[in-house]
């Protein structure tokens, strides 16, 4: 499913009519918004006709300027909730599990006049909660870098932008293609700016992780086409594949100890490094199934712990058994703080060890930091862009296996006379010498428990706080 959202500036112009119909036509957008219309009744319902769309909401232009239209197709359920000359605000699959909102926004192009479209957006954030995601034409750039030629833009006008997407709880959606929307020509020095965007709050970014937004091309209007693509090269699939990590939540489990304690039990002959390796590896098996087992997923059981203790408060208020109602705040209180300690560690947050539990802050978090590490694609050595996944992994293994063979250089020996050593034979002693114990205890003490763990998946959480077993091994 795709979206998009262009300022067409005036569909009266054949040109930008014909490149709206291709752009359609092209990307199959199943939702388009469209700014700056400059067009009536008749010419929207026409053009609804031509790209062969179901349904249309328009707010009039105002004189020559403004205008709002959004355009959605057969098969997609689209409410209208609340529209104004700056917006049009539309709850997609109301009334399911599935609902989102989408807001087509069109920021206030006079300066001193910004104020009331932020103090809509302020108004839009106070409606009830759902995924939420705002395309459009901000008429304004959050950051500096956003802008090339022509005046600075004023602190305060960026300010006021960052201030109510903070409000509303958005985060940027980021970009693929040119690096801005608009251009122009103002005192006789040509300007561009990224003025056109799409942002979205937590909910919504974690119902579509994959979400991209490209810039297109055209020629018929200054600002770029935005395309929301909502599963880019069904990445989705890729997305939701999970490698194993070891979760913090399972240390406050007795099972967990005692899982670690069978794996490293199994006798295993062989050198000191291989029998680490096997038993973590064994131990690795043993805990997923122990987890999936055990554990399962703890925000199924959450929601099952809640309907339950839900059914038991209406019968203590009947007469029933208020200890009930107790046990089961208890055990759900237990499952809460396994689910909030559980995205800490996702989210790799290291200024915030310990305070309220705040899980919909981590999970966020933790979900941003997955969409900025996500490779969708990478362009390889002849500088072509490359999305399928076996492609992308042979690219990686291509380039650092020519990376790391050696040249062949020859007088290797001449070059080397010239180089003045910097390490003497005291330091290469130590520097040489075999690791005892206390090095390795030292040195994984010192590491922030929950930074990025190995191939393996274990973090230094790991071996910090289950160390009387690897010990023995090394």
């Given amino acids: 499913m795709s979206c998009l959202a262009w300022n067409c500036r005036g569909l009266g112009n054949p040109r930008a009519k014909r490149e709206l119909e291709d752009l359609i036509q092209a990307q199959g957008p199943l939702i ?101 995601v705002c395309i459009g034409d901000f008429n304004e750039i959050l950051f500096s870098e956003e802008k090339s030629g022509g005046r600075v833009r004023p602190h305060c006008q960026m300010q006021a932008f960052r201030d109510v997407l903070d409000v509303c709880g958005f985060m940027d959606l980021g970009f693929t293609g040119p690096e801005f929307t608009w251009q122009g020509v103002r005192h006789g020095q040509v300007i561009w700016e990224r003025l056109d965007r799409g942002v979205a709050n937590y909910d919504w970014m974690a119902k579509f992780p994959t979400a991209t937004i490209r810039h297109l091309h055209c020629i018929s209007s200054d600002h770029r086409p935005l395309l929301l693509m909502l599963n880019p090269n069904s990445e989705l699939a890729r997305w939701k594949r999970k490698s194993f990590r070891f979760e913090e939540m399972w240390l406050a489990d007795q099972g967990c100890g005692d899982i670690v304690r069978r794996a490293w039990d199994i006798g295993i002959d062989g050198h000191k490094i291989y029998k680490v390796v096997t038993k973590i590896k064994k131990c690795k098996k043993m ?91 990478i362009m390889d050595m002849h500088g072509t862009w490359v999305t399928d996944e076996e492609t992308i992994g042979a690219t990686f293994v291509d380039f650092y296996s020519k990376l790391f063979t050696t040249s062949c250089p020859s007088e290797l020996e001449r070059v080397l006379e010239g180089v003045q050593p910097v390490v003497n034979d005291t330091m290469n002693a130590d520097l040489t010498k075999p690791y005892v114990l206390e090095e390795v205890d030292v040195a994984i003490k010192q590491m922030a428990p929950l930074k990025a763990p190995g191939p393996d998946g274990m973090p230094p959480l790991f071996f910090q706080h289950l160390a009387k077993y690897w010990k023995g091994c090394v």
Wanted: glycine content about 8%; cysteine-free; proline content about 2%.
């Fill in 32 to 132: 388009v918004f469209l700014s700056e219309t400059w067009a009536d009744k008749e010419q929207l319902e026409s053009l609804k006709v031509k790209v062969k769309y179901t349904g249309l909401f328009y707010v009039q232009s105002q004189d020559r300027g403004g205008g709002l239209a959004l355009f959605w197709k057969q098969g997609v359920s689209v409410w209208v909730d609340s529209f104004s000359r700056f917006h049009i605000d539309a709850v997609v699959n109301g009334g399911t599990l599935e609902a989102w909102r989408f807001t087509g926004f069109y920021g206030e192009p006079y300066t001193n006049e910004r104020m009331e479209a932020w103090n809509m957006l302020r108004m839009l954030n106070s409606k009830p909660h759902l995924p939420w």
């Fill in 287 to 377: 805990l997923k199934s122990w987890s999936k087992d055990h554990f399962g997923n703890v925000k199924n059981q959450i929601k099952a712990k809640k309907d339950l203790l839900w059914r038991a408060e209406e019968e203590s208020a009947k007469g029933g058994d208020y200890g009930m109602v107790v046990q089961l705040r208890r055990e759900l209180n237990g499952l809460l703080d396994k689910e909030h300690r559980m995205w800490v560690q996702r989210s790799r947050t290291q200024w915030l060890a310990n305070g309220d539990r705040n899980t919909h802050y981590f999970h966020g978090v933790a979900t941003n930091r997955k969409r900025k590490n996500f490779i969708k694609g």
